[in-house]
T-cell receptor, first 113, second 114 residues
């Protein structure tokens, strides 16, 4: 049972480059989330989705874009990478409902130089 | 906007002592309050959660309490052990119509000294 899978695990980007962080889940969860975690800090919500075709901004959406064309996949796009986007990115998913556990992927460590 | 505050940011206890971490949330529409544990270099994992219609929940050495009137909830760990050392996050789920945000607190680094 794979759960939530993120790729890549590590990436170094140059300033101004673009990339897509991949996230896929095999639990048929409707809800999916992207968080960033800066060193020694908490989890900040970037974007979330309540189902295929529906996305919404979280706490820190600037500099990022998402799409949700299928239930399984929720890619996060970085355009024009900046050093401030150096962070660990976590994708999570949860079943539909108000009171349900979120399951996290293993994270992607991104460094922008 | 929605906000979850968490205190303290660091907590050091002796093995066998109790540890308490407190959180407050801003949106009274929140109705689900999970706690996650994150070990160094790993993903956050759920350790316990509480729903808005419950005041307290216990699971072995871990307990959570919720005061909806004051918008406070707390994590209590008794008889702490070195393997409890980790970062703990509280969270609140804001549910309203098509929204379903899960907002996290800033985390508490718990160190259990043997």
């Amino acid at each position: 049972n794979a759960g939530v899978t993120q790729t890549p695990k590590f990436r170094i980007l140059k300033i101004g480059q673009s990339m897509t962080l991949q996230c896929t889940q095999d639990m048929n969860h409707n809800y999916m989330y992207w968080y960033r975690q800066d060193p020694g800090m908490g989890l900040k919500l970037i974007y979330y989705s309540v189902g295929a075709g529906i996305t919404d901004k979280g706490e820190v959406p600037n500099g990022y874009n998402v799409s949700r064309s299928t239930t399984e996949d929720f890619p996060l796009r970085l355009e024009l990478a900046a050093p401030s986007q150096t962070s660990v990115y976590f994708c999570a998913s949860s079943p539909q409902g108000m009171n349900t556990e979120a399951f996290f992927g293993q994270g992607t460590r991104l460094t922008v130089v | 906007g929605e906000n979850v505050e968490q205190h303290p940011s660091t907590l050091s206890v002796q093995e066998g002592d109790s540890a308490v971490i407190k959180c407050t949330y801003s949106d009274s529409a929140s109705n689900y309050f999970p706690w996650y544990k994150q070990e160094l270099g790993k993903r956050p994992q759920l350790i316990i959660d509480i729903r808005s219609n419950v005041g307290e929940k216990k699971d072995q050495r871990i307990a959570v309490t919720l005061n909806k009137t004051a918008k406070h909830f707390s994590l209590h760990i008794t008889e702490t052990q070195p393997e409890d050392s980790a970062v703990y996050f509280c969270a609140a789920k804001y549910y309203g119509g098509a929204t379903n945000k899960l907002i996290f607190g800033t985390g508490t680094l718990l160190a259990v000294q043997p």
